[in-house]
């Protein structure tokens, strides 16, 4: 069989003008992934990257840990299709309903960037409605829209790339538990249970062949945690 690793990008800047940069303790954490996966020494066949900044800054991080020490390693491959869902705009769509539920949310809102604690209680009820699709808002992409364009990407790498292959795909949560919810038949409200559990830097590793994929290691940080610094094991 195949195999195929998913690594969550480092942390982004929350609360920054520019969310989707990595933090320097996103730096930090693509730095040691690199440095692991150089020290592991494990074969490479092919490297896939959505296009966003901060999934493209730590591959970027792996294939420079790579070079530098003069190791062959495959040039990068772009797939959109591995870009998370735009939370901004899932947020815009489910918050007047939120507030029609709850009036005290309105006073809320003002703080919602900066204080993390109003951000997740936010985030999540947002996103409770959101992936239970009947909350949808015409005109905007819907949880299955976004599952839909995940499943098909991942599905279309592992069609070109083939047999006895091992695959790593930088990206973010929300496709992660996308491939985790395919590959255990999960529900989507089980789904997103999952999403809230994947770290910055973690590794999630799938096996397939032709006849699908099987989960066979999930949000492993072990690479992070014999740094012994706690401020590494971050989930946003």
């Not at 690199?34 to 959505?50: E, P, S």
């Not at 309105?106 to 209680?121: Q, S, T, V, Y």
């Not at 789904?191 to 062949?209: D, L, P």
Request: proline share 3%.
């Amino acid at each position: 069989m195949s195999e195929l690793y998913m690594i969550r990008h480092g942390q982004a800047s929350f609360g920054e003008k520019n969310y989707d940069r990595l933090s320097p303790t996103g730096v930090a954490q693509a730095e040691i992934i690199a440095r692991h996966w150089v020290a592991i020494g494990r074969k490479t066949d092919a490297i896939y990257v959505g296009s966003m900044e901060r999934q493209i800054d730590t591959a970027d991080a792996l294939v420079s840990a790579f070079k530098d020490r003069g190791i062959p390693v495959p040039d990068i491959n772009t797939e959109e299709a591995l870009n998370e869902y735009d939370s901004e705009s899932v947020l815009k769509s489910q918050i007047p309903g939120m507030i029609q539920e709850n009036p005290s949310t309105a006073e809320k809102l003002p703080h919602l960037l900066r204080d993390k604690e109003i951000f997740h209680e936010l985030f999540h009820q947002a996103m409770n409605r959101w992936v239970s699709g009947s909350c949808d808002v015409p005109g905007n992409t819907t949880w299955n829209d976004f599952k839909q364009r995940v499943q098909g990407g991942v599905q279309g790498i592992m069609q070109t790339q083939g047999a006895q292959k091992r695959l790593l795909i930088f990206t973010s949560g929300g496709p992660i538990s996308v491939a985790v919810q395919k590959a255990l038949g999960l529900t989507d409200q089980m789904a997103m249970t999952v999403a809230w559990q994947i770290m910055n830097a973690s590794i999630t590793r799938f096996k397939y062949n032709t006849q699908g994929i099987a989960l066979a290691g999930f949000n492993d940080v072990t690479h992070l945690e014999l740094e012994n610094d706690k401020n590494l094991l971050t989930y946003r």
